[in-house]
């Protein structure tokens, strides 16, 4: 038996959290990486490309997707090796992210919490190293198994070679090389919570918590993310749209002699400074904005939103203004965190 299943012109109007209702010409969802290599012979064959969907929580879809789309429906979790103070944790590619994080904290395994309900899948974590709340995915993946679409094989990728970095990764740079089958994650038994960010502390005093564990600093993020981005499944949205741009320290340091209330990170370097997207794009005026059923969020001025029925197209026009207007008023290019199917960013 074929270890996969194909649909021919899906909708996935219900499969990314933008909800356009773009169409792929063929869905494949697979059941076991052993199937990838036939599975990748049949799409040559039809000579049509092939991507790979997880959640849809970081894609624009500007237009339907030709070829084949390969979503991954595995879902086991194993502990593979448990040293005690640490575990060696792998997961399948198709288990969501938020369930995998309960999966762990309810196994005394520490580290994910500040990353709680980030949407997606497993699979998807190493392709852009998501983090948040000052923690990120990178910090305790080990191995990443993938499929090369190269050598037609199974490779393990370790974690040396991921190249991690903010939003960034191996797997970013090459979109079209790797299927990720799996993650495995070296995870502690005892490590001290990361609290100082962006009000985790007040929300567990708030909740009466005097002496916080891991489940209630998970608890303490959901809360907060809850309240402050809108829920892809009420109104349309992938979350920040824009990465934080990482400028020479030189042009940071003029921009705050201007505007001293402009946030700003150490850079990736002594000489670079990374800076607020969000405040560039609500002091060019766009928080609020609406156009039609495309906008941008009440609430955060990062989150690009379909109201209803807003094309990929209208949505990407849209981001292209607010960058437009972002460069004229302060100087700074600002570039779009999810992978947008079917048209560039950049004209
Ligand atoms: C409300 C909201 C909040 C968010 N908050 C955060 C946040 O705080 N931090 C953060 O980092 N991100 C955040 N995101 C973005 C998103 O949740 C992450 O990028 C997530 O990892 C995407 O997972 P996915 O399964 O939906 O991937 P998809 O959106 O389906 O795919 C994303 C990319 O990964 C590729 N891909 C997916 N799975 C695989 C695989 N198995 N093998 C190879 N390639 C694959 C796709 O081709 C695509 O290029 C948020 C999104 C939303 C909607």
């Known amino acids: 038996m074929s270890g996969y299943q194909l649909g021919e012109n899906v909708s996935l109007a219900g499969r990314n959290t933008f909800r356009i209702p773009a169409r792929a010409e063929i869905l494949a969802?697979?059941?076991?990486?052993?199937?990838?290599?036939?599975?990748?012979?049949?799409?040559?064959l039809r000579s049509g490309p092939?991507?790979?969907?997880?959640?849809?929580?970081?894609?624009?879809?500007?237009?339907?997707?030709?070829?084949?789309?390969?979503?991954?429906?595995?879902?086991?979790?194993?502990?593979?090796?448990?040293?005690?103070?640490?575990?060696?944790?792998?997961?399948?590619?198709?288990?969501?992210?938020?369930?995998?994080?309960?999966?762990?904290?309810?196994?005394?395994?520490?580290?994910?919490?500040?990353?709680?309900?980030?949407?997606?899948?497993v699979g998807a974590c190493p392709i852009q190293n998501i983090g948040a709340y000052g923690v990120e995915a990178g910090e305790f993946?080990?191995?990443?198994?993938?499929?090369?679409?190269?050598?037609?094989?199974?490779?393990?990728?370790?974690?040396?070679?991921?190249e991690f970095a903010y939003r960034d990764s191996l797997f970013k740079q090459d979109l079209n090389r790797?299927?990720?089958?799996?993650?495995?994650?070296?995870?502690?038994?005892?490590?001290?919570?990361?609290?100082?960010?962006?009000?985790?502390?007040?929300?567990?005093?708030?909740?009466?918590?005097?002496?916080?564990?891991?489940?209630?600093?998970?608890?303490?993020?959901?809360?907060?993310?809850?309240?402050?981005?809108?829920?892809?499944?009420?109104?349309?949205?992938?979350?920040?749209?824009?990465?934080?741009?990482?400028?020479?320290?030189?042009?940071a340091e003029q921009l705050k002699s201007q505007y001293d209330q402009l946030p700003s990170y150490p850079g990736d370097s002594d000489d670079t400074r990374k800076i607020s997207a969000a405040w560039l794009i609500e002091n060019a005026g766009w928080k609020g904005f609406r156009d039609g059923d495309a906008g941008i969020a009440e609430q955060h001025a990062l989150v690009l939103v379909n109201y209803g029925n807003a094309?990929?197209?209208?949505?990407?026009?849209?981001?292209?203004r607010v960058a437009k207007s972002v460069y004229e008023k302060f100087g700074v290019h600002i570039e779009p965190e999810p992978r947008i199917i079917g048209a560039s960013f950049f004209e």
């Open 311 to 320: 094309t990929g197209q209208q949505l990407l026009g849209l981001a292209r």
């Open 141 to 162: 993946i080990e191995t990443v198994e993938v499929f090369d679409r190269q050598s037609q094989r199974m490779k393990r990728i370790g974690k040396a070679e991921c």
């Open 50 to 121: 092939v991507m790979v969907l997880g959640e849809g929580s970081n894609i624009l879809f500007a237009a339907d997707v030709p070829g084949v789309v390969i979503c991954l429906t595995m879902s086991e979790i194993n502990i593979i090796r448990d040293e005690g103070d640490v575990a060696l944790v792998r997961a399948d590619a198709g288990v969501n992210w938020n369930d995998f994080i309960g999966w762990t904290l309810g196994r005394g395994l520490l580290g994910l919490e500040n990353m709680s309900l980030i949407p997606g899948t």
């Open 29 to 44: 969802d697979v059941k076991n990486s052993d199937a990838l290599a036939e599975l990748f012979d049949f799409a040559m």
């Open 178 to 251: 790797y299927v990720i089958c799996a993650v495995e994650f070296l995870l502690p038994r005892h490590r001290e919570l990361k609290l100082d960010y962006a009000g985790v502390r007040e929300e567990l005093s708030g909740m009466g918590i005097e002496n916080p564990r891991a489940v209630h600093v998970a608890e303490a993020i959901s809360r907060i993310r809850t309240r402050k981005l809108p829920n892809p499944a009420i109104l349309g949205n992938a979350g920040s749209f824009f990465k934080n741009p990482i400028i020479p320290a030189a042009q």
